[in-house]
């Protein structure tokens, strides 16, 4: 047989541009739907056959399976997806990713759409002039499609004609009779095939080519497809390699299911084989091993009835898929670091609008929920285990532990890098997206509070200070001065805890909030008159009134940065979902207090 170099290249040149046209129409999709069908992934997956329908649904519009099961791997990432409902999403991409293949066989041979690409691509480059972003995708998405089925045309004219040289033929024979073992070898040639191809769709049409042009029969093909199901998993995996634990486990939740699957299609291939075969008999009149033109059909209906029986089979088994997934992939323990890292802001959850804005937003709860609550009891003089655990503020106070406290390395170690990578983060989200106005207050609201939050863990420096000296005072009344300071702090601190837990910023929260803010001011101790009185009345010195004045004016702006960075960040915590209506007066940006 006579195939030359330039013949091989033109082989490749055909598969790319097959794969480029795969590519553009997929981009095209993502930028027209992407954002919706993200919308769609992080609302809809609480129900395990929901979340199947929903990546069924996904990967189906958007023409990729690898696209959906990144992005299932990014939401892992940010933990807007669980294990369990990354799972389910997955099978349903599994399902998803055959409709390609419904396209490819009916488009591609059923029908000789190429003829018509050329006519297509003009149309695309007209809509690709327009100033609109949704014309341009469309005329994208046309051009990628002519382009597909370009490459599909020039491919099944470059692979090499075997039915006029049968001596390679009988070569090839001898690897396809030998039962298990031929199933075994081009199980494995398919999963190679897909890794290195990155396109389950691309390998589909490769091997449908393949049959068409009788180089392998049916069943080896169908061998192929299974292989396809492993293959499509690297990707995923790839992705995961440097994610965190849960984006890692998610991918390999991707892997496990296929396997069990594939390995339950090997135990049972040729009865279900012959099964596809008497439904494509029934449909198309004729056997997909005495016919090489219904192999197309045969090979979709394989594929299809393959994921969907699948998933069927093993949706019940999340559980136990979960259950060996966290055994393989146990948590992994933060490392004890010089200076504090993001956990939350990584590249895969810089990907998408929202796995980004909800990445800023749990790193920024996460500074004002560990690192500010420590800080700020601490400098109260108060152990944080005992303001967790004990109920009473009246108790706390009248226990008075010497805490010691080093703000500035806290800051330096802490704050200040969270803080410079939280900013740096919003920037680049705000220059990599066209993000609408709602969030880009979002992100504005949440760097505010991150300012806030800083501005109140420098704050407590100069009042931790004093406290220790004013709270040990042999003079009651100083004492009580300065255990009303820490009462004011405490107050709002206790409040913002227990709308942590309780998982929604209610009305009654929200009030109990605004209340606490308009009764900040009866504590500055120059305006309601007390350091006037306790001065004439000889019961603190000069000295201590200066003390006194000085750290009131600074409790109070700490308990309303609370109040503010509460508000902002548990308020835009439900709003991210939309599980809260917020009243619109809400919702506008409220001056800083100082």
Known sequence: MEYSIGDFLRLLGSLGLFLYGMKIMSDALMNLAGERMRSILARMTSNRFLAVFVGFGITAVIQSSSATTLMVVGFANANLLSLTESIAV???????????????????????????????????FVLTLKKQDSYKNWGYFIIGFALLFIGLEYLKGSVPDL??????LSFLQAYTSQGYLS????????????????????????????????WIPFDMAAAMVLGFNIGTTITANIAAFVANYHA????RAHLIFNVIGVSLGCIFFYPFIGMIDELVISLEGESAFAQILVIPVALSLFHTVFNILNTLLLINAIGLISRIVIRITPAEAEPEVAIERPHYLSPQAAKYQITALKALLDESLRLFEHTAYKVITHGLHIHRSTFENEPKIKRMLASIERVELNVDDIYHQKVKSIYGEIVEFATKMQSDFTLDEDRIRRV???????????????????????MNKYLNSENPVIRDEYNRLRKLILKVLRLSRKIMFAGEFNTKNKKRLASLRDAVDSYDVLLNGTIETLIREHKITNTMATSLMND???AMNIAYDLVEASSILYEHKDKLFDKLEVDSELEEPTPTAT
């Open 163 to 168: 039915k006029s040289n049968p001596e390679v």
């Open 90 to 124: 997955i099978m349903g991409t599994n399902i998803g990713t055959t409709v390609t293949a419904w396209l490819i066989t009916i488009l591609g041979f059923k029908i000789n759409i190429a003829q018509m690409a050329l006519p297509f691509m003009g149309l695309g």
């Open 248 to 251: 890692k486990r998610a991918a």
């Open 183 to 214: 199933l075994f070898i081009f199980l494995m040639i398919g999963t190679v095939l897909t890794v290195v191809v990155q396109s389950s769709s691309a390998t589909m049409a490769i091997t449908i080519v393949m049959c068409v042009e009788g």
């Open 552 to 554: 009131s004016g600074i």
């Open 444 to 466: 504005r609201d949440i760097l505010r509070a991150d300012r806030l939050i800083a501005d109140m863990i420098k704050d407590i420096k100069p009042l931790h200070e004093n």
